[in-house]
């Protein structure tokens, strides 16, 4: 089968059908991702991407028509909660085809042509099959001449309603076993492939399970990443946090988790509730002109400009202001030890007030080289100039070490670094230790920083008794510890003097 490039599917698509697009918004990066994922056919992939998305017209609607018409995809399955929506989606397809038709395309129909299986005929000689299959039906001994399915699309399979609601532990057990009993062996031995779309609901959910399977290939979109929206054009950061806080105001912030941040919680392990989270409104920055200063840092390869402002007050809710001169501020990094990929480097700052409260005034976070890592904690520190820099010693033994020590004397800027060890400590037993800091309502969030939404959705999923995928804003945080307790046990107190970059 040819490979087909991403755009021209969706142009093609969109000259066949311009309605089922949004005219105004951009095609995203990541339904590009997407794409190009499926088009390396792997037998098994899993797509996780969040609520409004378009991952239905995008890999399923789009992708299953221009793979009939192009590569002639022989039988496909398009597999939903239900034979109601399953048949939905095939329909949808069907029009696909029928528009084709109306283009002047080489495109027929074949002898079927109803709304849970038809019949399409390519260049005249072509026979290609869609079929719709509701979860739970018996899928074994379908085939369209004497052929096995080539494709199985899976949208949507999980729901909290229906015949196997994701809460009930029994249900999901039901639909496991007819997962792998009955759908994925009928699939084509040789040729057969399977994509699962779809937003993780629950922690123990199938598609959850796939996609830590080495079996599966995977992707998964979360709307907010790096302090930045996956879909600028249509859900700008703005508009998520008002999603965020509607959802919040409604005691339902770990649904927000689930949907739009693919964090499954497990209710029945939750450490972090959402009823500890408090929040104040804003950082508000001297307005003066004299105080925003615009910075250009470079080296041989690369010229990053940053932003420095004069933070003055933390504003809350009810417009109350608290001084932030008469706190204590301290950032955290964790940095990781890869540039793109796995870990991201993560920096916290917190301020704290004389009654025990951290205030967390900024999280940034990304896939950072060791130059980006030491511009971004020059721009941190040059904003809040906290009193203690703490950064991860582990994670910093290699380039960052040089990286940052030549960036400061290049900028003139002398960083407080406090060398951060965790002492043995297993890292869920560090991030398990902010709880009572929680609990007692200690810790208030900025809600108008994005990266918030990525530190909570993180404590909303965190569970004690395994190890999570991504925890880097959150190990983060979890070293602001150290400064709440006055003697910052923890720190590498017996590590000799290394010229002046730990102090």
């Known amino acids: 089968m040819s490979r087909i490039e991403p755009l021209y599917r969706l142009r093609f698509v969109k000259n066949v059908a ?43 609607k789009a992708y299953v028509s221009t793979e009939i018409f192009f590569n002639h995809e022989a039988y496909t399955q398009v597999v939903s909660k239900d034979s109601n929506k399953a048949m939905k989606f095939v329909r949808d397809i069907r ?20 709304d849970d299986y038809f019949e399409v005929i390519i260049d005249g000689s072509k026979k290609c099959v869609v079929e719709a299959i509701g979860a739970g039906e018996d899928p074994r001994g379908n085939t369209a001449d004497f052929a096995r399915p080539t494709l199985i699309v899976i949208d949507d399979l999980e729901s909290k309603s229906g015949k196997y609601p994701i809460g009930n532990v029994k249900s999901r057990e039901k639909l496991s076993n007819w997962f792998f009993d009955d759908l994925k062996p009928g699939l084509h031995p040789t040729k057969g492939r399977m994509i699962f779309l ?20 995977s992707l998964v979109v979360p709307i907010i990443k790096d302090g930045k929206s996956a879909w600028p054009s249509r859900f700008s950061v703005e508009e998520i946090l008002r999603v965020r806080d509607s959802y919040t105001r409604r005691g339902k912030l770990s649904n927000f988790s689930r949907e739009y941040m693919n964090k499954p919680v497990a209710d029945e392990k939750v450490l972090f509730k959402e009823e500890y989270f408090k929040y104040f409104s804003h950082v508000e920055f001297d307005a003066h002109p004299k105080w925003y200063v615009r910075r250009a840092i470079k080296n041989a390869q690369k010229e990053i400009y940053i932003h420095v402002k004069k933070p003055r ?32 480097t993560a920096v916290v700052t917190c301020a704290y007030d004389g009654f025990g409260n951290r205030y967390v005034l900024e999280v940034k976070s990304g896939y950072w080289d060791p130059f980006e890592k030491g511009v971004y904690a020059i721009e941190t520190y040059l ?6 820099f703490g950064i991860e010693k582990g ?44 609990m007692a309502g200690n810790v208030w969030f900025n809600a108008s920083d994005a990266n918030t939404v990525v530190l909570e959705s993180q404590l909303s999923s965190f569970d004690m008794e395994s190890d999570s995928s991504e925890d880097d804003e959150m190990d983060a945080l979890a070293y602001q510890e150290k400064f709440t307790r006055r003697g910052y046990d923890g720190f590498d107190e017996d590590e000799e003097d290394e010229g002046g970059l730990w102090s």
Request: aromatic share 10%.
């Open 18 to 60: 311009p309605q089922i697009f949004e005219s105004k918004t951009k095609t995203p990066r990541f339904h590009i991702d997407s794409l190009n994922l499926v088009e390396e056919r792997y037998r098994f992939t899993a797509i996780v991407v969040f609520r409004g998305a378009s991952k239905t017209t995008i890999n399923n």
């Open 95 to 114: 029009k696909l085809f029928e528009a084709m038709t109306l283009k002047g395309y080489a495109v027929s129909r074949g002898d079927v042509w109803k």
């Open 198 to 217: 779809g937003t993780i609901l629950h922690k123990d959910s199938l598609l959850n399970r796939c996609l830590h399977d080495p079996e599966w290939a």
């Open 313 to 344: 007050f933390i504003v809350f809710n009810d417009g109350t202001k608290l001084d932030l001169s008469a706190c204590e501020i301290y950032t955290t990094m964790d940095v990781a030890s890869g540039d793109r990929t796995g870990d991201r």
């Open 383 to 388: 904003t809040y100039f906290p009193l203690f």
């Open 395 to 438: 994670g910093m033994q290699n380039d960052f070490h040089s990286s940052i020590e030549v960036l400061q004397l290049e900028e003139d800027v002398r960083i407080p670094v406090t060398a951060l060890s965790h002492g043995g400590v297993p890292k869920n037993t560090r991030l398990g230790n902010m709880q009572p800091s929680f």
